[in-house]
């Protein structure tokens, strides 16, 4: 039995905000130096529309950023300038994460990550307020403060994580208060926001803390996945996914939207695991969950990013593997991933959403329009593992008065832009070379294919095949 879904055209639709383009995630700064990683952040920006990129790392001791030398205090911010140059230069802006700790203000020798992050609170804060205060004035002074003014300025990672902070939460407050201080004092309309935290958490206390300190929050900003807190320790990806209600993440937008008010809302970290190396990373699986879930939130944050845009990555070891699971959009070798192919969707749909009636356990639906040319009618199939999921027959009933000239359908799913199986049929090579790189872009891009419109009075009706973890997006050309 088909599901159906209606929607009229001809009804005014509400704003359609693109809260995916906003911001991509990265793993560390340093890699914003390769070439390749430049390249596909060209890509990613031309194709997708990204606007800014995150990063850690910014001030660790490998970007030399400020270290302390025969008892002297060294300042060195050409290595950052080169990377905000690539990103001015491409019309991009920096999301910037003020972290780790660079040695010269550590407080101990805790680390995280193969590259050896320091996450200790700074041993003298002003001196981290000074180097704050320094950054921020340098890159005003190059770069103006117009466009400074249009980046973002987060304090610190994950603060509420044993492994990425060793102080409590009053050290991470105090923190932020001398930072955004700082920020602050050299211009006030600069961006400055947090806390930054993992799985929600923290985010009424600082509020509380900044409203009574009266401290600057332009916008909050934490992360989440939906392993969060879920299953049991040991239990594997999938097993704590199965645990997972569907809505997880949008229920938890929700009570952040209530928790916020009107400030801005950030998500500078999600995905569909927080599991470095998860097979459904690369697979049409992520596609169909990220399809979704940007779609569900668009009305309710300002800034969802996805982390992260590419598997130029290593914050274990760097794994020359071209499909090892990993966040990226698009492999190590810029081949794009059934997940990026879905943001790709994204970007081209317009900003006006229409009303959708119809529901189904796994099938979601969405229609937007751009302007009076087309509309774009959109359904995704999904469930998490171990959850139960099938092939659905999808009715679109659309009511209009304009009629339809033609219509085609983009796919996502296990036969389309699957460069992972393609990858696989391969014999999964270990290292590719060009043929072979050539080979799975080809399979990667979106084709769109011609389908069949059925005209009644009042509109027309589309019907879709949707397997299991499936993105379908139909343009309908209106006369």
Known sequence: MPTTFTTRLDTPGGEL????????????????LRADWQAQMRKTHVELGVGHVRFHGLLNDEMCTYLIECDKDLYSFFNADQIFDFLVSIGMKPFV????????????GDI???????????????????LVTRLVKHWVERYGADEVRSWYFEVW??????????????????????????????????????????????????????DGNKLPVDFVSTHHYPTDSLGKPGDDTATQ??????????????????????????????NSSSNPFFEFHDQPYAAAFLFKNMLDVADLVHCYSWWTFSDIFE??????TPFHGSFGLQTIHGVAKPSYRAMQLLHGLGHSRLPVQGTHPTVDAWAVRADDTHVDLLATNHAFPRHAIANEAVTWHVQ???????????????????????????????????????????????????????SHDGGFDIQLNLPPHAIAAVRVELA
């Not at 905000?17 to 793993?27: D, E, M």
């Not at 995280?112 to 000074?130: C, H, L």
């Not at 008065?401 to 296990?414: F, I």
């Not at 696989?424 to 072979?436: I, K």
Request: hydrophobic share 40%; proline share 5%; net charge negative.
């Open 157 to 210: 990672n994950e603060p509420d994580l044993d492994a990425f902070w060793k102080g409590k939460q009053a050290d991470y407050f105090k923190l932020y208060q001398y930072t955004a201080n700082a920020i602050k004092g050299v211009d006030a309309q600069i961006r400055v926001g947090g806390p930054a935290t993992a799985n929600d958490e923290w985010v009424p206390d600082f509020l509380q803390f900044c």
């Open 112 to 130: 995280v990550f193969f590259y050896r992050a320091n996450v200790t609170p700074p041993r003298d804060y002003a001196k981290w307020a000074d």
């Open 241 to 270: 996914l199965s645990d997972a209600p569907r809505d997880v993440l949008i229920q938890r937008v929700r009570k952040m939207r209530q928790t916020v008010g009107d400030r801005k809302l950030c998500y500078t970290e999600w």
């Open 315 to 320: 914050e274990n070891y760097f794994s020359s």
């Open 400 to 454: 209009s008065s304009r009629k339809p000239v033609r219509a085609s359908v983009q796919r996502v799913d296990d036969e389309h832009c699957n460069s992972r199986q393609a990858w696989v049929d391969m014999g999964s090579p270990d290292y590719l070379d060009a043929r072979q790189v050539a080979e799975l872009d080809e399979v990667s891009q979106l084709k769109p294919e011609s389908v069949a419109i059925v």
């Open 97 to 108: 994460e003020l972290s780790f700790m660079p040695t010269a203000l550590q407080t101990g």
């Open 17 to 32: 905000a693109h809260v995916w383009s906003h911001t991509v995630g990265s793993g560390r700064a340093l890699l914003a």
